[in-house]
C-alpha cells in the first residue's frame, strides 16, 4: 500500500490530500498518511507535509506523534520555515507544555506576529501571567493589535480583568488600533461598576467604525443589560443595521 503510494502519486498531491484531511477534521487519517509517506522512502515530506501533520496532532493532543515531527523536521533541516515552527508553537501550546513552547520560541530567529501571539496567549492560559508580561515588555515593536488582544483577552481569562482593562487604555493611548475581538473581550468585563468606562468604549466602537460588527453589537448590548441599562441596550440593537443582526443578538436581547 505506502509503496504503491509512492510510486503513484506526487508530493504535492499527498499534501492537498493532507489538507483536505485537516480541514475535515479526519486528523487520525492526516497522520497515517504522513506516516506512509514518510516510510516508504521514495517521497520526501516537505515544510507543507510537516506542518500539516504537527497541526493534524495538535489537534488530536498527540505530543508522541507530534515529537517524532518535530524531530524530522530537525533532521531534515526545515525548522527554520515559519509555517513549520509556528505550527509547533500551537502545538505544545494545545498540549500544555509550556516548557517546549518557550524553547521553541527561543530558537525561532525572526519571530512573526503568530509566533508572539501563541506565545503569549498560551502563557497567560497556562497559568504564566508573569513570563508572558516579561516577554511583552521585551517586545522590539508591539504595534500589531494582534499581540495586544493576546495580552488583553489572556488576562481577562486567567481573572485579571483590571490589567486587562489597563492594557486596553494603554493601547488607545499608543494609538495601535482595534479589532472586533479586542473590543468584544473588553466590553465582556464591563458591569455596573464600570458603566462610564463601557460608554468611553462604545464612543470608540462608533468613531472607529465597528458598530458593522454582530460580535462587538452583542456585546455592547450585553454589556448595557449588565449595567442594568435596559433602554441604553435595546437603542444598540434598534440603532443596528439588519444584517448585523444575527442569532446571538436576538437572544441576547430575549435574554436581558
Known amino acids: 500500500m505506502r509503496k504503491s503510494l509512492c510510486l503513484t502519486e506526487s508530493l504535492l498531491n499527498i499534501n492537498r490530500r493532507l489538507t483536505g484531511l485537516t480541514r475535515s477534521g479526519e486528523n487520525r487519517n492526516a497522520l497515517k498518511l504522513f506516516a506512509d509517506v514518510h516510510r516508504c522512502g521514495t517521497l520526501r515530506p516537505d515544510q507543507y507535509s510537516v506542518s500539516l501533520a504537527i497541526t493534524a496532532a495538535g489537534h488530536l493532543r498527540d505530543t508522541i506523534f507530534g515529537g517524532q515531527v518535530h524531530c524530522y523536521a530537525i533532521r531534515s533541516g526545515i525548522l527554520s520555515h515559519s509555517h513549520v515552527s509556528n505550527t509547533l508553537l500551537s502545538l505544545y501550546a494545545r498540549t500544555g507544555n509550556l516548557a517546549s513552547l518557550k524553547k521553541n520560541f527561543e530558537e525561532i530567529k525572526e519571530p512573526d506576529v503568530y509566533s ?34 493576546a495580552m488583553i483577552t489572556g488576562c481577562k481569562d486567567s481573572g485579571y480583568h483590571g490589567t486587562s482593562i489597563e492594557l486596553f487604555q494603554e493601547m488607545h493611548k499608543l494609538g495601535v488600533g482595534y479589532d472586533k475581538f479586542g473590543f468584544a473581550t473588553v466590553l465582556s468585563m464591563c458591569y455596573y461598576g464600570s458603566l462610564d468606562f463601557g460608554k468611553q468604549v462604545h464612543s470608540l466602537v462608533v468613531k472607529a467604525g465597528f458598530l458593522v460588527a454582530s460580535s462587538v453589537v452583542n456585546a ?5 443589560f449588565n449595567c442594568q441599562m435596559v433602554l441604553d441596550a435595546r437603542l444598540v440593537f434598534e440603532e443596528a443595521d439588519v444584517a448585523v443582526r444575527d442569532q ?3 437572544n441576547v436581547v430575549i435574554d436581558g
Open 116 to 149: 508572539w501571539t501563541t506565545l503569549l496567549s498560551a502563557s497567560c492560559k497556562l497559568g504564566d501571567i508573569e513570563y508572558a508580561f516579561e516577554v511583552f515588555d521585551k517586545m522590539p515593536e508591539r504595534d500589531d493589535v494582534a499581540v495586544w488582544n
Open 220 to 224: 455592547l448590548i450585553t454589556m448595557y
Open 248 to 250: 446571538v443578538t436576538f
